[in-house]
Every structure is written in structure tokens, then in C-alpha cells.
């Protein structure tokens, strides 16, 4: 649907999905289910067997519960949203969108209610995040956000006064033919398999790049643009981060609710871990730069590791979520989170949303808005209705620096090996802690288990540090 | 799954799709269905309803009165058949096919006796056939087969002692690109549309080129040899042919049985209708040449029109069926229909296959078969338990003899106006009279219905008569 669909088919595919979720929602609320699940539970065994049991009842429950009118308002408001704010981006109006934004809010009250008592959450917003990171708290974020945000501010600043990278080398062109290849290439590099005659994957094209599939099936899309071909390269180490999680789970579970992802937060540690931690480091591209320089040939000849290390790795405040770099990115979810913890717990009216925004981002980033297109209507997520989303990406780079920091300990030198191309180290470190387990464990738990303490942002904060003050000398 | 399937995927997809014919099975089968159908009927109003109850009313009868066991037996008996050919026919050796085709074929006997009584066929051969063709008889295509076997014979005789086309010019080499290119003009020029910002089709990459999807939603998939670019151009006429039809059912009729093609052999019509008697024509040809020679340039710069129409238009009897020309082909299948009738009224024991093939050939098309792998090992569709499916090849030709004879009557300038380009006269014949009627009638009625007369080849004989004699000088 999204890469080889004939434009025409939306009609069509867009009945057979409704379709296909009427038959699937009536399959999960089952009164069968809700009737085995009692007696299985009795005589479930093992950690796995009991896990199984609590996410079917988890599921169970959530589906059960929620009124199909309800269901059936989001599923229409969600489309009506969505168009609203298309237009509205598009006329760089948030009065259009304000409405049904509105409306949008107010269904989601309505699910946060349903799903507090489900899952016995504190509060509205913590019924909503828990859809994305199971057991995550709004007040657990924020204690950790707040210190975030002022470890973050002064490293900005700090990187603002030091001297600015040359970012112009990045912008040579490159043919889309030697993009693909450097896409496979890395793909490869990093164990996902696109090439062999057995492999599970595929790199495909898409406007916004994503990760979709399981197990024997994950396949990736980037973009290609000829006069940025960084881009595709990091979307692509982005999404095979992803991949390779998805693709990772222990084979056993296939098809059970043990056998999937842990949490969002979670899945985008893995992608982040991929895309900076390993995709940003000096180490990396040390093996990695003269490949891609040999494929994209002559084009990246006087390109040098020095200097692509630097333009790459630019701090640069800016409006834009998606652009954003690897240290400023947390204030834009930070603002996010803000945003959606006050509407939820009735501090923030939609109305109020272009002025809060156009704010917090004057004093998160020093950045001034101009029009409502490049501030509070650039994300679709709100149009979709997904509100407790957002925090999940800071908590993946959160995540994400908790695995550097432990890899390091279990590994002192599985940097240096990345400087000869070898990744099997924390293939099989990440493989054996992160992926094998899947959804047996909540996120708080799992990180828990494999680093030894709960949610804690110093490892990342720690880890920009040190890369940032060795790039930047200070 | 055919396209771009990550190859590891097979596995899971293989499931899937047994889950799904599973579940099809049973909606399908639903005893609801047989008691809502009697009421229903009694009162239906106008064809488009009895007819809609009619197909509902054979596909329940057909799927109700096969026993599952013998549903599940025919689906295993074809993956072990299926992996016994492709052996057998690396091995170039019958024996090690034969007896996994004898339990094939002695499935499809009790297969066969089952649809004599829903269909009231006469003979097992009629039953099978019906699947394919309704309604047909393997008497009624003896009848024809029979006359057009002595016409094709007396016609390649004299192509024979012509003087043989120059075919080294169709083994230039044309880069891949250029062919693709070529395939969307072609296609886009005989009207399906696969560029546009509301196109509904597309065209990819197989081994083996086929057409599918419906309505909104219809694509075809052809091949490229660097050497041979004619048979991608020859493909994807054929295709193309076939998604016209899908393409240009009565929209008002989407999803209903009377919404489907008519008979295979009618789908074999349209393919072969695009592909030969306007893809191979010299008024087709006179427009499109210089098309294809300008995208290609300069691999075809030295191509001239008369030369390319009788290189395309060789008459070679040969041994393979997928490679024969519009002449012999028809040879291939009859040769086939005349051992499916004996193998089903028991006058042809397996054991006998090879002898009796290779016999065959060296009378009807004099060639002689040196290994089974070419000769009666060839095809893929007896180890799929494909019984009575060869037939609708030819009827799809003399189909489109009778539909040439009728269009060329009620449009005594069609062949004309391809010379400039302009096939809009063609299309709406062929979408008012074959696509819109979809499965509105039985084949044998549909064509009477379109032409005033029922199946006969002799409109095919003279068009191949008229042709070749002119392109041959006799």
C-alpha cells in the first residue's frame, strides 16, 4: 500500500482494512477469550506461559471495554483530523485543524477514562502513554525530562560557542543508483540481511521512511535525494536498527503476544542506538567511509573522515522535529510531552496550542516560529489521535545511551572493533539482552534487568559529552 | 509474494495462505448460504440477479459436495507432484514424475465424478473441463479441434517452403531501461494506464509474466533478457490484454460473481487478441516502431518495419509450447487436449505419457523430442492437478479469430486507424461487448451473443491465412 500500490487501489484497499478491522476486532473481544483466559491463567507455568496469559487479558480487557461507537468516532475523526490538517498545514493556519483537534482531544478523554480503569493508571495522560510504554508514568517522565532539558540547554550551548562545522560537503550530489547501493551496503553491515538467496528483508522507497513486518518478513524504506545523500543513509541505518530488532525475537514466540515488541520506547532505542550511537561514530565510518566512497565513486573522492564526522554530528537548533540532531531532538519531544500532559490534565485548551508552542520553543530552543506549518501543525500525530506517543522517542535515545553505557562495561572494546568492521559483538549482546526477549518483560523492567537500574538519563547525557566536547574541543 | 518477497518469507506466507483458504472455505461453504439461496431465487428479478444466484448457487454446490478430505488431499498430492516434476524434469526423466502424476491423476477422477453430478457433465473430461470453460464439451472442441488442426497443418506446410524470416535482428541487445521504458508506452498506448496520478495498474518483474488483481487494482508483470527484447514487448501486450478486461468489468457489479470473467478462455482471448492480432500486426507496428526505436536509440536505429514483421511473425514448429508462434501454438494444445480426453475416459494409462507425447509431436508438428524435460514434462500444470485447462489456450485464439472477423465487420477501418495510433475504436468494441458483460453469460453465449455465431475456428484459419499468406508471398 504504501511503496507499489496503483494510486487508484486506495479506494479499494481502504474497504478491505476496514474490513479486515471489524473481523479482527471481533475475533479479539471473543466472549470465548474472556472465558478461557480465567482457568488458563490457574494452571499457566513459567514465566512465558504467564506473560502470555497477562498480555491476552491486557488486550483482552482494553478491547472489551472500549464502546464500538467509540471506536468507530476515532476511526472517523482520525480520518476528518487528518484531512483538517493537511489543509491547515498547507495554509500554515492552525484555526483550520483547531476544530477538529478539538474533537480529536475529546475522544481521546474519553479512551484515557476507559483505559484508567482497565489499567488502573493515575491520571488520564498516563492511561494513553501506557498504550505506547506499558507501566510509564507522566510523573516518572517528568523527573526525568526536567534534569534532561538543563544537561541538554548548557551542552547546546557550549557546542553553539564552539566553532560550526562545514555542512556544505554534505550537499554534493549523488546519484540515486550509488545511494542504493550504499543503502544495501550498510544494510548488510550491520546483519540486515537484503541480498542473500535466504534473506528477510528488503529496502524499498517511501516519502517518509518506516519499518513494517516480523520475523521472517521486516522490510525497511528510505528516500533518496540526490544532493542529500545522508539522508537516506541515516534513515537507513535508522530503520535497520528497527528491522533488526523485529527480526531478532526469539523464533519460539512467533505469533504470541511474548513474541512482540516490548514497548515503543524500546523499539526506538534499537533504531537510535543503530542510527547515532553506532551510525554517528568516528569508529564506524572509519571502516565505512572509504565503502561508500568506493561505491559512490567519483563523487565523495575528497571527502575525509574528519570533516564528514563533524558536518554529520552538527548541533544546530531548529523548528523542525524530524531535522532535528541528535542532542537538540529531546527539547522538541520535551515541548511535546509538555504540551500533551497539560491538555490532558485540563491545564492547556487546544486554542492556547500555537502560543504555548511558538513559547516553549522560543526558550527550549531559541528558535522563533513564524507560521503554525513549521510549528505546532508539523507533526501528523495529534490528527491520528496519537496522543502519548511522542515521549517514547526521548525515551528511546534515554534507553539507548542506558545499553552504551552497559555495552561498555561488558565490552571495553567493541568500539574499536567497529574501526574494523566488526559488529558481532554487540550483534550478540543486543541479540542475547534486547531482542530475544521481546515483550516478556515491561520496559521499566527490561531495562532494569539488562543494565541494572530503572529509567535514568546520565548514560546519555554522559555519552553526548564525551562525543560532543572530543568533536567540538571543549 | 511473486514480486518482492523477502525469500525467507516463503514460510510464513505459505501459512497464511492456507489459513486464508481455510477460512474461505468455510464462508464459502456456510450452510446459511444454501438456505438463503432457494428464497432468494424465487424472487430474483432481471439477469443480473438470477444470473449473480446462479454463480452463487454452482460455487456453493461445487465447494459444498467436495469433501474435505479430498480438498485436503488434492493440496498436499499437489506440492509433492509439483516438487516430483521439478525434479524429474532436471533430471530429464518421466518415471521420476510418474507416480506421483498417476495419484494426481486418480485425485482428480474422483474430483471428476463429483462435479459430473453438481454439473451435470457427461463425462469426467466435461466435468474438469467446466472449471475452466462452462459449459464446454470435450466433444464440442474435438469437433473444432479437428478441422483447425488440418487448416494449421496445410498453413505451416506452405510457411514452411517460404523463404524463412531473418530473426538475428531481434537479438540486438536493449538495455534493460530502455526495454521497461518501452513496456510502459506499450502499455500505456493500448490503454492501460500505469503512469498516471490515478492509474490502477502496474507492471513488475517474474520469471513468468502473469496478470492479477481486479477493478481498481490490476497489475501484470513481464521479464527482460538483455538479447531479447521482443519478449517483453510481446509479454506485455499479452498482459496487458488480460488487464483490460479486468480493468473494464461492469464497475456496478464489483465484488458480486457476475462482477468475474467470463471463462478462461475469453480472459485467453483478450490476452491473445492484444498480443497477436494487433501486437503483431503491420498497422500497429507502422506507428508504434518508430516509438520504440526513438526510446531504444540506438540499439534499433537499423530496424526496419518490414523486416521486423516477419521476424516476429516466424513460423517455426518447435518443441516447446511457451515459445511456440501464433501458427503452431495451437498444435501444442490440441496435442494436450487429445491426451487429457484419453488419460480421463481411460484409453491413456500414465505409464504410456512419454511414448504417446513424443509420438504426437513428430506427427503433428514433426519434431522429434530427445528427453522427457522437453517434451511431455514441459508444463508445470498436471503436477498442479490442472486437468482440462489446456483446451482454453485455443479456444482463447479461436475466440479472438471470432471477435477479429466480428470488430473488422463493424468497423471496417479499425486496423486502419492503428496505423496512426488510434485504438479507441477497438476499445470500446471490445469494453462494450467482452468487459462489460464480465460473467453476465456462459462463454459459448457470450460469443454467440457477440458475433451471431457459436465456437468456430474458421475466422481464425482465414486471419492466420490472410496474414501469413501476405507476409509469406503465397
Partial sequence: METYMPPRSIGMKSEQLALLSVMSHKMRTDPEIGKLLKPAKSVAKGIVEQRNLYLMQKGYDESTKMPEKLVEQLAKQQAIATSAWKSAKAAKNFSIFKPELEKMVELNREVADILMKVNKAKTPYDALIDSFEPKMTADAIDLVFADLRKDLMSLIERCQSAKKPDTSILRVTVPTGAQKDISTMLAQALGYDVTSPNSGGRIDETEHPFTTGMYDDVRITTHYHQDNFTDSVFSVLHETGHALYEQ????????????????????????????????????????????????????????????????????????????????????????????????????????????????????????????????????????????????????????????????????????????????????????????????LYDPADLIKKITGTGLNAKPFVNYLRAKYGELYGF
Fill in 248 to 439: 531478532g525475537m526469539n523464533p519460539t514466540w512467533k505469533f504470541q503476544p511474548v513474541g512482540t515488541a516490548c514497548s515503543y520506547g524500546i523499539h526506538e532505542s534499537q533504531s537510535r542506538f543503530m542510527e547515532n550511537i553506532v551510525g554517528r561514530s568516528k569508529e564506524f565510518w572509519t571502516y565505512q567511509l572509504p565503502k561508500i566512497k568506493d561505491i559512490a565513486s567519483p563523487s565523495l573522492d575528497d571527502l575525509e573522515l574528519d570533516q564528514f564526522m563533524r558536518a554529520v554530528n552538527i548541533v544546530n537548533p531548529s523548528k523542525i522535529r524530524i531535522e532535528a540532531d541528535e542532542v537538540t531532538y529531546n527539547l522538541h519531544v520535551i515541548i511535546r510531552f509538555q504540551i500533551e500532559k497539560g491538555l490532558f490534565n485540563g491545564k492547556i485548551n487546544v486554542s492556547e496550542l500555537p502560543q504555548i508552542w511558538n513559547e516553549m520553543y522560543e526558550e527550549y530552543l531559541d528558535v522563533k516560529i513564524e507560521n503554525d506549518s513549521e510549528g505546532v501543525l508539523q507533526d501528523t500525530h495529534w490528527a491520528s489521535g496519537l496522543f502519548g506517543y511522542f515521549p517514547s522517542y526521548s525515551l528511546g535515545n534515554i534507553y539507548s545511551g542506558q545499553i552504551f553505557s552497559k555495552i561498555s562495561r561488558d565490552q571495553p572494546d567493541w568500539k574499536a572493533k567497529l574501526s574494523v568492521g566488526d559488529l558481532s559483538g554487540i550483534k550478540s549482546w543486543l541479540s542475547q539482552n534486547v531482542y530475544m526477549n521481546a515483550n
